[in-house]
Nanobody, 125 residues
């Protein structure tokens, strides 16, 4: 059974930092793209960042570009999201996602086959 488990969320003041982790089990994602998405209450899920199978290419939403950094460690089957300069508008449940297709890393949630349960990030003023 494939599982993606996020961790690292929490409450932080504006301007602070958090590092999210997404640990995969049940299959390797070393040849697959992965991504982070978020959903705030009353809003649709939105793309945050995506990373290619080897970490050589990344994509970011304009709203997080320059503040967030996506990375991965294939030896640990784990993906990360370093979030700096956090803003109240970053408050949301953050979800990691994995693609079953090799070498694809999309900004569209519909492209992903595996999802974690989410971790809450709350940024206070």
């Amino acid at each position: 059974q494939v599982q993606l488990v996020e961790s690292g969320g929490g409450l932080v003041q504006a301007g602070g930092s958090l590092r999210l982790s997404c640990a995969a089990s049940g299959r390797t994602f070393s040849n697959n793209g992965m991504g982070w998405f978020r959903q705030a209450p009353g809003k649709e899920r939105e793309f945050v960042a995506a990373i290619s199978w080897n970490g050589g290419s990344t994509r970011y939403a304009d709203s997080v570009k320059g503040r967030f950094t996506i990375s991965r460690d294939n030896a640990k089957n784990t993906m990360y999201l370093q979030m700096n300069s956090l803003k109240p508008e970053d408050t949301a449940a953050y979800y990691c996602a994995g693609d079953s297709r090799r070498y694809n890393f999309s900004i569209y949630g519909s492209s992903y086959d595996y999802w974690g349960q989410g971790t809450q990030v709350t940024v206070s003023l």
